[in-house]
């Protein structure tokens, strides 16, 4: 057997093993539907920039859709779009393997987060592609040289990768440039329609006879009947997040911000919260404009109010769920403010609580989870648990509380300790606080309130743990909780016994609807 055909019997097998195993896992129609329009989407990209020799876009999409998708979807992206991209740059013997090239990017892209988790910043999934593209050259390099070598000796091989590595520099540059300019909004788009689809199945019991089938049948007509009268989860709490946007929009002062309650004047913190919720919602909040002002705009113009260390980090927080910079905000530098804030045992403030809010502003205002200053916080945020692997505010010894267990989890996680054992001990303290009512307190043994239990989802969802599928005791989930307190003008309740609907609480349930952990950006 020849070099050309042993080397196509391989590809063969590697394309039908990942065909494969995309098959046996039986994707549904909506599934079906993405991976068909990201390797339409990834097509494109290759063939709109057919111009520039090694530069497009294809590499970084087919990457991000197996970081976000898995494995088979990221690999069926890959090599479809490699054999439709084809049909504008013509068919040939080098098509199976970049149809196996950039399946296996897509591979990658899924052994990235199960390694790395799904919380990779900006820069590292920019260095992801453009390591990807070096190892796409690499690999169709070694196609020339299977194809067309004579002797096939090492020599050989070094000699095209050394011809080609001009094209393959240029390629692992503009995957960077492609990633930094795209890469975490698609990744984004991606994690919550896949978290839409994320629904699991649970078969019935399989029945005895007699009673026990009428019962299993009356069981099975009233399933039927409740799928008929109430919404699939995903989308009453869709249905839920869009009537707390319209709430929050018909409150909102003609200042642009937003007060306590309707009615009350604007301040820095509800107008915070306010962002924080709407972009959470996916609703951009420079767009809820009142006289032409939207609360972006009232958060810069009073931002020398902003002076404490809580404020800066809120605002730090509310400003890049807005997509603004918090780097220069009216003369303000205010990451470099936070920063200087640090103490030199890396807290901020002696305080579990604000050192977890400072490394969340500060991942969002873009600095890496090694970066010093986020490094030394989670060293020492993560020393802070207690006995029961909660949080206190202000560190270890109080009383553990859900607000502060969810806050300092979240923050682990982006600091890049979501497999640590604190984080998976503060997950399970989570779980083990809901009530019977589906609901979290503010401290265990309380009743439940909207604010804790959206705080709980945040940190169960940032830990890899699903809020929708939490049913301790067989409660509701915390998110039917939140569900029930919401009004019908869309605002939330503080808690079933409270008749006051705050402006902030239905800010914050917004992002327990959307399921959505910090930092948003």
């Not at 604010?451 to 599928?469: D, F, M, V």
Request: aromatic content about 8%; some cysteine.
């Amino acid at each position: 057997m020849t070099w050309q055909l042993a080397s196509f019997a391989l590809l063969a097998l590697a394309l039908g093993a990942g065909f494969a195993w995309y098959e046996r896992a039986r994707p549904s129609a909506k599934v079906l539907a993405l991976v068909a329009t990201l390797a339409a989407l990834a097509a494109l990209g290759r063939i709109a920039f057919a111009p520039l020799p090694s530069v497009k876009p294809t590499t970084d999409i087919v990457l991000l859709a197996g970081y976000v998708l898995g494995g088979a979807p990221g690999f069926a992206v890959g090599s479809v779009a490699a054999l439709a991209s084809n049909v504008f740059f013509g068919q040939g013997p080098f098509t199976p393997w970049q149809m196996a090239a950039w399946g296996g990017v897509g591979v990658f892209g899924a052994l990235l987060a199960r390694v790395f988790g799904r919380d990779l910043g900006r820069w590292p999934l920019a260095a992801a592609c453009a390591v990807a593209g070096l190892a796409y050259g690499a690999f169709l390099d070694l196609h020339l040289w299977v194809m067309y070598a004579g002797e096939h000796s090492m020599s050989e091989y070094l000699v095209m990768a050394g011809r080609g590595l001009p094209f393959n520099l240029g390629h692992a540059a503009g995957n960077v440039v492609f990633c930094l300019a795209f890469g975490p909004l698609l990744t984004r788009a991606l994690q919550r329609y896949r978290d839409r689809l994320d629904v699991t199945w649970r078969p019935l019991p399989v029945p005895g006879t007699g009673a026990g089938t009428a019962a299993a049948v009356v069981a099975a007509l009233l399933i039927v009947l409740g799928t008929l009268v109430a919404p699939p989860p995903a989308q009453a709490a869709d249905r839920s997040s869009s009537r707390a946007v319209t709430y929050l929009a018909k409150v909102q002062n003609g200042d642009g911000g937003f007060g306590p309650a309707p009615g009350r004047g604007s301040s820095q913190l509800h107008t915070s919260w306010a962002v924080i919720g709407l972009a959470a919602a996916g609703r951009d909040p420079k767009r809820v404009r009142r006289n032409g002002r939207s609360p972006v705009d009232y958060i810069v113009r009073g931002i020398g109010r902003v002076r404490g260390i809580g404020d800066i980090e809120r605002t730090i927080l509310a400003l890049r769920a807005a997509g603004r910079s918090a780097h220069s905000v009216g003369g303000r530098n205010l990451v470099r403010e936070l920063v200087g804030m640090r103490r030199r045992n890396g807290s901020f403030a002696g305080l579990a609580n604000q050192t977890a809010f400072a490394i969340l502003a500060l991942r969002a205002a873009g600095r890496s989870r090694n970066d010093r200053t986020v490094r030394t916080a989670a060293a020492w945020l993560i020393n802070q648990h207690n006995s029961d692997g909660g949080y206190n505010f202000s560190g270890k010894g109080g009383r553990s509380g859900i607000d502060d267990t969810a806050a300092a989890l979240q923050a682990l996680v982006s600091a890049g300790k979501r497999r640590s054992k604190t984080v998976s001990r503060a997950a399970n303290f989570l779980a083990a606080q809901q009530n019977a009512d589906g609901g979290m307190a503010l401290t265990p043994g309380q009743g439940s309130n909207a604010q804790s239990t959206a705080w709980a989802i945040q940190g169960l969802k940032a830990a890899g743990r699903s809020p929708a599928r939490l049913h301790r005791r067989g409660a509701r989930s915390p998110i039917e909780y939140l569900r029930s307190l919401q009004g019908s003008d869309g605002a939330v309740r503080y808690s079933r016994s409270s008749r006051q609907t705050p402006v902030w609480v239905t800010a914050q349930a917004l992002t327990g609807f959307s399921a959505r952990p910090f930092p948003l950006r």
